[in-house]
């Protein structure tokens, strides 16, 4: 399974702590839509909820950064 650069993004700035709301706002989008990605996100990686994603992730592909780039 291999997830879209948004989903990707998407899940970096969960991780990192970022609510929905502050998400869509960093990315210019809905929070609907990042309610999506995220339920997208959950779907291809097999996850039971937010957090289990961002860990599946990070097994999955051990180089993955949180970048708090995305955050400040």
């Known amino acids: 399974m291999k997830l879209s650069h948004r989903e990707h993004t998407v899940l970096t700035l969960i991780a990192c702590g970022l609510t929905d709301k502050e998400t869509a706002e960093k990315l210019k989008i809905s929070p609907r839509t990042v309610e999506k990605h995220m339920a997208s996100v959950i779907l291809k990686l097999n996850a039971k909820n937010r ?17 708090i780039r995305y955050v400040v």
Do not use: F, G, S, T
């Open 51 to 67: 957090v289990n994603a961002a860990i599946l992730y990070m097994r999955l592909n051990p180089n993955w950064k949180l970048k």
